[in-house]
Structure formats: structure tokens, C-alpha cells
């Protein structure tokens, strides 16, 4: 069992102000793997502090040495990256293949993109005669981060904020702090200056609200649910604080008439499942020509059966672990019998665990067929490996379908290419992936409505760390 009870305030693990436990559940046995402490607004007041004073200093240190600081952030990081991976392998129950493979390089690759883009960043630029534009660190960072790609959300912003001259205090999910531990261990190991990078453990009420309160936190940046980034924005607001938020997602998978069913089908399912269906982007609605929706139904019920759920441990590739934790287990759960009970058709898998578990957080791979976009799970996030199929009749139906969300973080069409592109540039979201492709780090990432505010990932997410301040009369 890991145990750190401290939190890195000022370049130095100290003591909570007031102690209080709290135990990290390994998701695949449900027993406890490690044990932190619980902050309060008073270790929040100490970290901002502590963030204030650093900006003084860090605010105005060059490019240069930045980049050099990433540099060493980037060597220590790949040095442990083995030792993340399983940190977080064993907090939030992703497969070890997936955590060596993708969970802990996300974080690194945000690192990297972070570093690149001090490459050609124009901190400063001329607009018109005598006029300079100056992009300025915005100032205190509040980061708060959730359980499910822990690091690369974390990297997302502590990356571009480093980058930008920006100071910060970090609260990560309690339920997946272990890998921010260790993500702390590398900053101090790489001499990021005192004060400069805070970590706080602690629960929304306990310090969430108060980060988001803070009068001295000039930006807060925030991940997670659209629920409680509501709950940000609003705190946020009587500072009048910038608010980036990167939030939930009902994303659409449009599978066109003259689509590759059997790559479109099995890949939509097999990417919707990924992680065990807990990504914001997930494909989650699938949209099938009804004329050949028998078809992509037993094509997805086939691939959801054959999909292995196995320890984290000692998973396969493309196997997939438990669900992160009870309440998304139980949220999961709940949704899977409220699709039922709505009238939608269980065409693979459904409630209870798998086959071989009485333990751990494992749900089955499931598909729903028969589903229309009124019901629950057609509508409500449901982050668990639940894919719904809805049919349509023209592709006129399918965008207005696709569009019919509150959500709009990312779409997914599946066709000729000239035909995808059509329907592409009418869909509402802030990514869409046209045949299974994919962008690198540095595509901006981000959603419209209420997926969220703002863009993560290149010189868009350094851009959201920086103020602009017109300098005129600066010179001809």
C-alpha cells in the first residue's frame, strides 16, 4: 500500500491543516491500495499563496529557460513512465497493456506537445503600425482533474501552463491521486522553482469549491463532469475568473449507407469500449441506415461478446478492466436496467457482472438495439462500455439526430470520404473523426455546448493560459 498523507505546498511535502484519511480502492478487488489525506480550504489557501508568490518571479523568466524546464520534466517523466503506468493500472483499474501503452504516454505526449509549441509560440507580435501584442501568463491556475485519463488530463494543463509562465495548484480525483503523486515526485525532481506547481488532495465540497472561490486564483481549469463544472463556472464567477472547462459527451457515430459495415461496426464498438467506456468521446450512439440496421445490430452484438474483461493485471491486449470505482459501477448499472425498462432490445450483454467475477467493479459489454434518441440512455453520459443503436432513414435525419444532444465534445462518420466530409461540417462538435482517424498531440481538443469551454492541445491550449495585452505606441 502506497501512503502519502502530505501535500507538495511551496517545493516541500507538508502536513495537512487539519488531518483527515482517506483510502484508495484498487476497482478490480475492491480493497484499499493506498491512503491519502483529505485537504481543506485552509491547505488550499496555503498553496495559492505559495502560487501567488512564485508567479512574481516565474511570470517573468524567458522562453528559454522554460523550454529547459520542460526538457528535464520530459526526461524524468519517460524515466518513470513504468512506474505511472502501473499507478495508474491500479487505481482506476485501466488494463496494464493500455496503461504502458496509452494511459501514462497521453501525459507524456501533452509534455511534449507543451515543450514543441515554445518552438513557435508568439509570446510577442506585431498588429499594424506601432502597435505590439503581448500574450502575458494569465496568472494562478486552480486544475482540477477526474479519475478516468487521469495524466493526460493533468499533462493537458499542467504542460501549456508551465509553458505559458503561469503558476498553479492542482486537486486530482481522490480516487485516482496516486499517479498525481508521482507526477509531483518528477516536478520536484526536475527543479520546477518553489511554489510554482501545488498539489492538494481533497473532495469537491472540501476543496474544489474552495479553489474555484479562491480570490487569488485568477483562472480555473476543470475537467469532469458537466454537473460539476456547472458548480465551477459559478463559483468562478464572483471573481469573474476564466473558466476552461473540458466536460461530458454523447458523441455520434453516423455509419453511412455505403459505409465498410464490418470496420465501421466492429471499430466503433471496439473504440466506444476502450477503456471501459470511460472517455468523454466515446461513440456511445451509434446511427444505423435502417435498411441495413439488422445488420450493424449482430455485427456490434458480435464484437461486444467477443471482447475479453479481465483483471487489470493480467489483462491482454484489448482486453477491458473494471469500471473506476462504486458509483460509476452502480451509475453503470442503473442505466443498463433503465434501458431495459425504457423498451430498448439487450442485443449483448446487460446487468450483473461477467461470467467468473463476484468481485470488482466489471460490468458486461453491452449493446442496445431498438433504442430511439428520447431515451435515457440515448440522452444521459453513461461512461461504461454501453453502445445504443438508432436507426434512421435519410442522412438528413441521421445529423439532426446526431445533433439532438446537449452534449457536443466529438462525432464520428463512417463512409465515402467526399460524403463524410459533407456531413461532417454540419455535425456540432468540437472533434469530429471522419473513418476512424485520428489527431495527433496539438489538435485541439474541446467542446461545443455543454461539453464545455475552450480548447487543450497545441497553440490553441497554450493560447487559453495567456492574457493579451495591446501595447500601443510600442514603436514604428
Same mark, same amino acid.
Given at each position: 500500500?502506497?501512503?502519502?498523507?502530505?501535500?507538495?505546498? $511551496?517545493?516541500?511535502?507538508?502536513?495537512?491543516?487539519?488531518?483527515?484519511?482517506?483510502?484508495?480502492?484498487?476497482?478490480?478487488?475492491?480493497?484499499?491500495?493506498?491512503?491519502?489525506?483529505?485537504?481543506?480550504?485552509?491547505?488550499?489557501?496555503?498553496?495559492?499563496?505559495?502560487? %501567488?508568490?512564485?508567479?512574481?518571479?516565474?511570470?517573468?523568466?524567458?522562453?528559454?529557460?522554460?523550454?529547459?524546464?520542460?526538457?528535464?520534466?520530459?526526461?524524468?517523466?519517460?524515466?518513470?513512465?513504468?512506474?505511472?503506468?502501473?499507478?495508474?493500472?491500479?487505481?482506476?483499474?485501466?488494463?496494464?497493456?493500455?496503461?504502458?501503452?496509452?494511459?501514462?504516454?497521453?501525459?507524456?505526449?501533452?509534455? !511534449? $506537445?507543451? %515543450?514543441?509549441?515554445?518552438?513557435?509560440?508568439?509570446?510577442?507580435?506585431?498588429?499594424?503600425?506601432?502597435?505590439?501584442?503581448?500574450?502575458?501568463?494569465?496568472? /494562478?491556475?486552480?486544475?482540477?482533474?477526474?479519475?478516468?485519463?487521469?495524466?493526460?488530463?493533468?499533462?493537458?494543463?499542467?504542460?501549456?501552463?508551465?509553458?505559458?509562465?503561469?503558476? !498553479?495548484?492542482?486537486?486530482?480525483?481522490?480516487?485516482?491521486?496516486?499517479?498525481?503523486?508521482?507526477?509531483?515526485?518528477?516536478?520536484?525532481?526536475?527543479?520546477?522553482?518553489?511554489?510554482?506547481?501545488?498539489?492538494?488532495?481533497?473532495?469537491?465540497?472540501?476543496?474544489?469549491?474552495?479553489?474555484?472561490?479562491?480570490?487569488?486564483?485568477?483562472?480555473?481549469?476543470?475537467?469532469?463532469?458537466?454537473?460539476?463544472?456547472?458548480?465551477?463556472?459559478?463559483?468562478?464567477?464572483?471573481?469573474? &475568473?476564466?473558466?476552461?472547462?473540458?466536460?461530458?459527451?454523447?458523441?455520434?457515430?453516423?455509419?453511412?449507407?455505403?459505409?465498410?459495415? &464490418?470496420? #465501421?461496426?466492429?471499430?466503433?464498438?471496439?473504440? !466506444?469500449?476502450?477503456?471501459?467506456?470511460?472517455?468523454?468521446?466515446?461513440?456511445?450512439?451509434?446511427?444505423?441506415?435502417?435498411?441495413?440496421?439488422?445488420?450493424?445490430?449482430?455485427?456490434?452484438?458480435?464484437?461486444?461478446?467477443?471482447?475479453?474483461?479481465?483483471?487489470?493485471?493480467? #489483462?491482454?491486449?484489448?482486453?477491458?478492466?473494471?469500471?473506476?470505482?462504486?458509483?460509476?459501477? #452502480?451509475?453503470?448499472?442503473?442505466?443498463?436496467?433503465?434501458?431495459?425498462?425504457?423498451?430498448? &432490445?439487450?442485443?449483448?450483454?446487460?446487468?450483473? %457482472?461477467?461470467?467468473?467475477?463476484?468481485?470488482?467493479?466489471?460490468?458486461?459489454?453491452?449493446?442496445?438495439?431498438?433504442?430511439?434518441?428520447? !431515451?435515457?440512455?440515448?440522452?444521459?453520459?453513461?461512461?461504461?462500455?454501453?453502445?445504443?443503436?438508432?436507426?434512421?432513414?435519410?442522412?438528413?435525419?441521421?445529423?439532426?439526430?446526431?445533433?439532438?444532444?446537449?452534449?457536443?465534445?466529438?462525432?464520428?462518420?463512417?463512409?465515402?470520404?467526399? &460524403?463524410?466530409?459533407? /456531413?461532417?461540417?454540419?455535425?456540432?462538435?468540437?472533434?469530429?473523426?471522419?473513418?476512424?482517424?485520428?489527431?495527433?498531440?496539438?489538435?485541439?481538443?474541446?467542446?461545443?455546448?455543454?461539453?464545455?469551454?475552450? %480548447?487543450?492541445?497545441?497553440?490553441?491550449?497554450?493560447?487559453?493560459?495567456?492574457?493579451?495585452?495591446?501595447?500601443?505606441?510600442?514603436?514604428?
Amino acid at each position: 500500500m502506497r501512503e502519502q498523507l502530505n501535500f507538495y505546498i $511551496d517545493g516541500k511535502w507538508v502536513p495537512p491543516v487539519k488531518p483527515r484519511t482517506h483510502d484508495v480502492i484498487n476497482p478490480s478487488n475492491e480493497e484499499p491500495i493506498g491512503r491519502i489525506s483529505l485537504g481543506s480550504a485552509a491547505d488550499v489557501d496555503k498553496a495559492v499563496a505559495a502560487a %501567488r508568490k512564485a508567479f512574481e518571479t516565474f511570470s517573468q523568466t524567458s522562453v528559454d529557460t522554460r523550454k529547459a524546464l520542460l526538457d528535464k520534466v520530459i526526461a524524468i517523466y519517460q524515466r518513470r513512465m513504468p512506474e505511472m503506468a502501473e499507478a495508474i493500472s491500479s487505481e482506476m483499474g485501466a488494463p496494464l497493456p493500455l496503461a504502458n501503452a496509452a494511459q501514462a504516454p497521453a501525459g507524456l505526449g501533452y509534455l !511534449m $506537445d507543451a %515543450r514543441k509549441q515554445l518552438d513557435t509560440f508568439e509570446f510577442e507580435s506585431d498588429y499594424g503600425k506601432g502597435r505590439r501584442i503581448l500574450r502575458e501568463p494569465i496568472g /494562478v491556475i486552480g486544475m482540477i482533474t477526474p479519475w478516468n485519463w487521469p495524466m493526460n488530463q493533468i499533462c493537458a494543463k499542467v504542460g501549456p501552463a508551465l509553458a505559458a509562465g503561469c503558476t !498553479m495548484v492542482l486537486k486530482p480525483s481522490e480516487l485516482a491521486p496516486l499517479n498525481a503523486i508521482v507526477f509531483a515526485e518528477i516536478l520536484d525532481e526536475a527543479g520546477v522553482p518553489a511554489g510554482v506547481f501545488n498539489l492538494v488532495n481533497g473532495d469537491g465540497p472540501g476543496v474544489g469549491e474552495a479553489l474555484s472561490k479562491h480570490p487569488d486564483v485568477d483562472m480555473m481549469s476543470f475537467t469532469g463532469s458537466t454537473r460539476a463544472g456547472t458548480a465551477v463556472m459559478k463559483n468562478a464567477a464572483d471573481g469573474i &475568473k476564466r473558466v476552461a472547462l473540458e466536460l461530458g459527451g454523447k458523441s455520434p457515430n453516423i455509419i453511412l449507407e455505403d459505409a465498410d459495415l &464490418k470496420k #465501421a461496426v466492429a471499430g466503433g464498438m471496439m473504440h !466506444m469500449a476502450n477503456n471501459t467506456g470511460q472517455s468523454c468521446n466515446a461513440p456511445s450512439r451509434m446511427l444505423a441506415p435502417r435498411s441495413k440496421y439488422a445488420e450493424i445490430v449482430a455485427i456490434a452484438a458480435a464484437t461486444a461478446n467477443a471482447i475479453k474483461v479481465q483483471a487489470p493485471s493480467t #489483462a491482454e491486449q484489448g482486453a477491458i478492466g473494471p469500471l473506476a470505482n462504486a458509483n460509476q459501477f #452502480a451509475k453503470v448499472q442503473g442505466l443498463i436496467q433503465k434501458g431495459i425498462d425504457e423498451g430498448a &432490445k439487450v442485443a449483448a450483454g446487460g446487468v450483473g %457482472r461477467p461470467e467468473g467475477f463476484n468481485r470488482g467493479y466489471y460490468v458486461k459489454p453491452t449493446v442496445f438495439a431498438d433504442v430511439n434518441n428520447k !431515451m435515457t440512455i440515448a440522452q444521459e453520459e453513461i461512461f461504461g462500455p454501453v453502445l445504443v443503436i438508432i436507426p434512421y432513414d435519410t442522412e438528413e435525419e441521421a445529423i439532426a439526430i446526431a445533433n439532438d444532444t446537449p452534449y457536443g465534445l466529438a462525432a464520428y462518420v463512417q463512409g465515402p470520404q467526399e &460524403k463524410a466530409r459533407t /456531413v461532417a461540417k454540419k455535425l456540432r462538435a468540437g472533434n469530429v473523426h471522419i473513418n476512424g482517424a485520428f489527431g495527433g498531440m496539438g489538435t485541439p481538443f474541446g467542446g461545443y455546448k455543454q461539453s464545455g469551454l475552450g %480548447r487543450e492541445g497545441g497553440h490553441f491550449g497554450l493560447e487559453e493560459f495567456t492574457e493579451v495585452k495591446a501595447a500601443i505606441g510600442w514603436g514604428e
